[in-house]
Antibody
Framework: EVQVVESGGGLVQPGGSLRLSCAAS????????ISWVRQAPGSGLEWVSA???????????HYADSVKGRFTVSRDSPRNTVYLQMNSLRAEDTAIYYCAKHQGPGIAARPTCAFDLWGQGTMVAVSS | DIQMTQSPSPLSASVGDRVTITCQAS??????LNWYQQKPGKAPKVLIY???SLERGVPSRFSGSGSGTYFTLTISSLQPEDSATYYCQQYKSAPLTFGGGTKVEIK
């Protein structure tokens, strides 16, 4: 079955860190861009970060302004897993975090950039 | 950053009605626009990509149109299972951005 599964969420104090994982199965995620999208309780969708495919071990990353400098997205190709390292967490980072596979290798400005496969989400709560 | 503005919200309509949701971009995004449907407690699901292409498996009552800065999602005959929140999303440039969502309710 083709799927992506997130893990690593939990309760953390302000200023703390968490690492989320997005494990792909049924396909090689190195051929596709992967995004992280979050949804705060009762709110809409907010794109967080993306990593392009890893052709020739070179890939590109992008971040929302709200997380730039605090979050880092990376790949472990042999494990078919994408990570989101979240540091200096704030209360406003509280949300369900979804991993979403793009239709193709790119992040933007070309066809095949829609998110065609989503995980079930993992909850991150930042509170003292 | 490119801002995406959706209207209306919420939207209340009857089964069988033709429903149109609009999405405006703050700058020209050509046809780099997707539409998603999200039901409560579930992950979003893509309906339309590249402004007007129907995702495989999505009912043909859903259609998308537009280019530049103005886009629409139309449900030709609203069904009870279409009760959900709908989001547009641009991918002309990063940061990728979503509209605020349109909640569609069945009367």
């Amino acid at each position: 079955e083709v799927q992506v599964v997130e893990s690593g969420g939990g309760l953390v104090q302000p200023g703390g860190s968490l690492r989320l994982s997005c494990a792909a199965s049924g396909f090689s995620n190195t051929n596709y861009a992967i995004s992280w999208v979050r949804q705060a309780p009762g709110s809409g969708l907010e794109w967080v970060s993306a990593i392009s495919d890893s052709d020739q071990s070179i890939y590109y990353t992008h971040y929302a302004d709200s997380v730039k400098g605090r979050f880092t997205v990376s790949r472990d190709s042999p494990r078919n897993t994408v990570y989101l390292q979240m540091n200096s967490l704030r209360a406003e980072d509280t949300a369900i975090y979804y991993c979403a596979k793009h239709q193709g290798p790119g992040i933007a400005a070309r066809p095949t950039c829609a998110f065609d496969l989503w995980g079930q989400g993992t909850m991150v709560a930042v509170s003292s | 950053d490119i801002q995406m503005t959706q209207s209306p919200s919420p939207l209340s309509a009857s089964v069988g009605d033709r429903v149109t949701i609009t999405c405006q971009a703050s700058q020209d995004i050509t046809t780099f626009l997707n539409w998603y449907q999200q039901k409560p407690g579930k992950a979003p699901k893509v309906l339309i990509y590249d402004a007007s292409s129907l995702e495989r498996g999505v009912p043909s009552r859903f259609s998308g149109s537009g280019s530049g800065t103005y886009f629409t999602l139309t449900i030709s005959s609203l069904q009870p299972e279409d009760s959900a929140t709908y989001y547009c999303q641009q991918y002309k440039s990063a940061p990728l951005t979503f509209g605020g969502g349109t909640k569609v309710e069945i009367k």
